[in-house]
């Protein structure tokens, strides 16, 4: 028997905290993009940044107006844009997989910074492989398995 507190039972104030809690809000991420930074005009707007008139007794006050000026300037060429934020990961991707996802990704970059390399295009296209290899066998697993259930 549950014990009542006023006019619900302590049963049902728990439910509803546990509904409140188990459904959280799916929020965007916001990031920068620096991709498309000219970092010429950014380089002029640092330059520009004065900070002979504040305080130059404490360096913490400088330091905050530094900074400050630097987030506007970053948000001035460069803004926060929102991302969606995915509330499920994909079934078919393992930690396995994701890691040899993350090799692949890794490889790739070193490819470009040093395209003469064929010891690094061998290993990327290994890791190609390993990564379709891996990913077919697991949707092979969880076909024979929903076919057996």
């Not at 409140?20 to 520009?48: Q, W």
């Not at 002979?52 to 001035?76: C, E, F, G, V």
């Not at 993350?102 to 910074?113: N, S």
Request: hydrophobic share 35%; charged share 30%; proline share 7%.
């Amino acid at each position: 028997m549950p014990f009542e507190t006023g006019k619900l039972t302590l049963f049902e104030n728990l439910m509803n905290r546990y509904v409140i809690l188990a459904l959280p809000k799916v929020c965007p991420v916001f990031k920068r993009s620096y991709r498309t930074i000219n970092y010429d005009h950014m380089k002029t707007l640092v330059a520009n940044i004065s900070l002979d008139h504040t305080n130059p007794d404490n360096p913490d006050i400088m330091l905050t107006k530094w900074h400050n000026s630097m987030l506007a300037i970053l948000d001035q060429v460069a803004p926060l844009k929102p991302f969606p934020r995915k509330r499920k990961k994909p079934k078919t991707i393992n930690s396995d997989i994701r890691f040899l996802l993350d090799q692949r990704k890794w490889l790739a970059k070193e490819v470009q910074k040093d395209p003469n390399n064929s010891r690094l295009k061998e290993e990327l296209r290994i890791a190609q492989r390993k990564v379709k290899s891996n990913i077919r066998r697991l949707q092979k697993v969880r076909g024979e398995n929903m076919l057996n259930e």
